[in-house]
Nanobody
Framework: QVQLVESGGGLVQAGGSLRLSCAAS????????MGWFRQAPGKEREFVAG????????SYADSVKGRFSISRDNAKNTVYLQMNSLKPEDTAVYYC??????????????????WGQGTQVTVSS
């Protein structure tokens, strides 16, 4: 059974930081590009960041570039999203996703094979 479990969300003030984690099981983690997506109320789910299977290539949405950093630890089957300088517009449910053999740069929801349940991030002003 494939399982992706996000954690680390919460409530922070604007300018603060959070680190999200996504722990994977049931897959050969090192074969998957990993992505982070988010969905705010009334909005479409959008790509945030992605990372290649070995971690050598990363990709970011323009809205988070310079503030967020994606990384992975294949020995722990975990991908991370470090979020700094958070803004109220970052408020959303954040999801991790796995793309078999993918680079982690694809922005379409349909490109990813597996999804986590999401973790809420709320940034107050």
């Amino acid at each position: 059974q494939v399982q992706l479990v996000e954690s680390g969300g919460g409530l922070v003030q604007a300018g603060g930081s959070l680190r999200l984690s996504c722990a994977a099981s049931g897959i050969t983690f090192s074969n998957y590009g990993m992505g982070w997506f988010r969905q705010a109320p009334g909005k479409e789910r959008e790509f945030v960041a992605g990372i290649s299977p070995k971690g050598g290539i990363t990709s970011y949405a323009d809205s988070v570039k310079g503030r967020f950093s994606i990384s992975r630890d294949n020995a722990k089957n975990t991908v991370y999203l470090q979020m700094n300088s958070l803004k109220p517009e970052d408020t959303a449910v954040y999801y991790c996703a796995a793309d078999l053999y993918g680079s982690g740069s694809k922005r379409q929801n349909s490109a990813y094979d597996h999804w986590g349940q999401g973790t809420q991030v709320t940034v107050s002003s």
